[in-house]
């Protein structure tokens, strides 16, 4: 766990960084997101220009063209503030720098952060995660849309980080799907990264991924697996099998990683000593938390959870405003 001060200054809406692709600025891809900020976002493997896109799309939703009415009509113009980020129950968190790109698109002077905890540290309730110091108007009219995917994402990590506590004592990793909220991908998945999960793959074009319905497009198994080889050759495939007879079929054609679908732990073990490491292999398909330890043992190398991103529960985060003299 790291504390850092760091005090932002960050872009005012649309300005010349923006990036939301308006025409007449050939510089319109650069981030406008302070640069220390754009920084710490790329290092944790997050596009910032991404980030700060999604960040401008989450605040326009909540204003919908117009102003926070009650916010405006009940805190001075001048007025400043410090509130704290803060955990409502115990988890890990994710997203932190996601919500300071929030701040920075909504607030219109510069702002300072206080940060008490790192992306990925567990936390307990009542504990702060973020400060932020700045006009009370903008810190309120920021407040829903940072909490939002800051819960969301801390939801995420706090899941994934209960699968690998299960897996502990085994080779297997927890791993996650394109199961996820449109828009969100990358967010999300920088998530799992959090809670102690890797990510499978992040699109349809960097990975293969031959499925049933491809099996039977195809004429079989095997063919559809040396369909994709000879197509695109450098690509890495991964074959969905639903038998131990198609595993033996696409480990002799050569697949690189084969996913068990709706195996027992017996069957995987089975699927184990078949393979003899000529391929990785991968659980999925009805896993439950209760059950991830039998599978992992087994000697699978992963384990395959939609659930992860598409039905984590949020992670109780909020925002509270100190009094004046604290």
């Not at 990036?19 to 596009?47: F, N, S």
């Not at 916010?71 to 113009?77: D, F, K, L, R």
């Not at 929030?102 to 504990?127: I, K, N, P, W």
């Not at 490491?277 to 991968?282: M, Q, S, T, V």
Request: proline share 3%; hydrophobic share 45%.
């Amino acid at each position: 766990m790291s504390t850092d001060d760091l005090p932002l200054v960050p872009s005012a809406g649309c300005g010349d960084g923006c990036a939301c692709g308006a025409e007449g600025d050939d510089d319109y891809l650069e981030c406008g997101l302070d640069p220390a900020l754009a920084q710490l976002l790329a290092d944790a493997g997050l596009d910032p220009v991404e980030v700060e896109d999604v960040a401008h799309l989450t605040v326009q939703e909540d204003l919908a063209g117009g102003v926070d009415v009650t916010t405006v009509a009940t805190i001075p113009e001048d007025a400043v503030a410090t509130g704290d980020f803060t955990a409502r129950t115990a988890g890990v968190v994710a997203g932190l720098h996601i919500a300071e790109a929030v701040l920075s698109v909504v607030c219109t002077d510069a702002f300072e952060v206080e940060r008490h905890v790192l992306d990925g540290d567990r936390v307990e309730a009542g504990q702060k995660l973020l400060s932020v110091t700045t006009r009370t108007r903008d810190l309120l009219t920021a407040e829903r849309s940072a909490l939002n995917l800051l819960c969301h994402l801390s939801g995420i990590a706090t899941a994934t980080r209960a699968w690998a506590d299960a897996l502990e004592g085994t080779k297997a990793k927890v791993r996650d799907t394109r199961k996820t909220t449109p828009g969100l991908r990358s967010l999300e998945k920088y998530a799992v990264r959090c809670g102690g999960g890797v990510n499978h793959r992040m699109s349809l074009s960097d990975a293969a991924l031959v499925k049933d319905n491809h099996v039977v497009a195809a004429g079989g198994v095997a063919a559809a697996f040396r369909a994709v080889r000879q197509a695109f050759p450098d690509v890495p495939i991964e074959v969905e099998v639903d038998t131990l007879h198609q595993l033996r079929e696409v480990v002799d054609a050569g697949a690189d990683l084969i996913l068990l679908d709706n195996f027992t732990p017996g069957e995987c073990e089975e699927a184990v000593a078949i393979a003899g490491g000529r391929a990785l292999l991968e659980a999925s398909g009805g896993l439950t938390l209760d059950r991830a330890h039998a599978y992992a043992k087994t000697g699978v190398d992963f384990l395959s959870v939609g659930a992860l991103t598409h039905s984590s529960p949020i992670l109780d985060i909020g925002l509270d405003l100190r009094e004046p003299g604290e």
